[in-house]
């Protein structure tokens, strides 16, 4: 067995971490830059919570 530890991702809009069972989750790199992958957890996707890129500023839905 593995001694390393896994760590849930975080929402980048709420930043409540994302459980295996979270259906309707999203890891997707930033649309405009391409550069940070971003996570987005059902609820905030339901609700078009937006979110923002740390590296280019995109504001996204």
Do not use: L, Q, W
């Amino acid at each position: 067995m593995s001694d390393k530890a896994y760590s849930m991702p975080s929402c980048s809009c709420c930043f409540r971490k994302i459980t295996p069972d979270d259906v309707g989750s999203v890891k997707f790199r930033c649309p405009s830059c391409g550069d940070v992958v971003h996570v987005r957890c059902s609820f905030c996707r339901k609700k078009e919570i937006n979110y923002t890129c740390p590296a280019c500023s995109f504001v996204g839905p």
